[in-house]
Nanobody, 122 residues
Framework: QVQLLESGGGLVQAGDSLRLSCAPS????????MAWFRQPIGKEREFVVA????????WYADAVKGRFAISRDMAKNTLYLQMNSLKPEDTAVYYC???????????????WGQGTQVTVSS
């Protein structure tokens, strides 16, 4: 079973930037879409952004639009989430996901990472 391996989380102050990375355990792994979700403590996992790998279409949640940017390095087969102007409400465990549908729904994604903690202090 392919695993998605996230990295890059940490503790930052409000207004700072952070970049998360996600790479599959098998270098040749590919999917139709990839996405980032996040789960604040005590809350449900929520959609952040999705990327359709063919064509590069993106879909951002309103809460992060204009501050976060998803990208992919094809040579490294690595997905990134650049997070700028971070706010305390961005604090959550961030999950990378991959699947056969370009969607905001968790159920559309078959593969998930273990999550990486992002904490933004005020």
């Amino acid at each position: 079973q392919v695993q998605l391996l996230e990295s890059g989380g940490g503790l930052v102050q409000a207004g700072d930037s952070l970049r998360l990375s996600c790479a599959p355990s098998e270098r040749t792994f590919s999917s139709y879409a990839m996405a980032w979700f996040r789960q604040p403590i005590g809350k449900e996992r929520e959609f952040v952004v999705a990327l359709k790998l063919s064509g590069g279409s993106t879909w951002y949640a309103d809460a992060v639009k204009g501050r976060f940017a998803i990208s992919r390095d094809m040579a490294k087969n690595t997905l990134y989430l650049q997070m700028n102007s971070l706010k305390p409400e961005d604090t959550a465990v961030y999950y990378c996901a991959a699947g056969p549908r370009y969607s905001v729904l968790r159920a559309s994604y078959s593969y998930w990472g273990q999550g990486t903690q992002v904490t933004v202090s005020s």
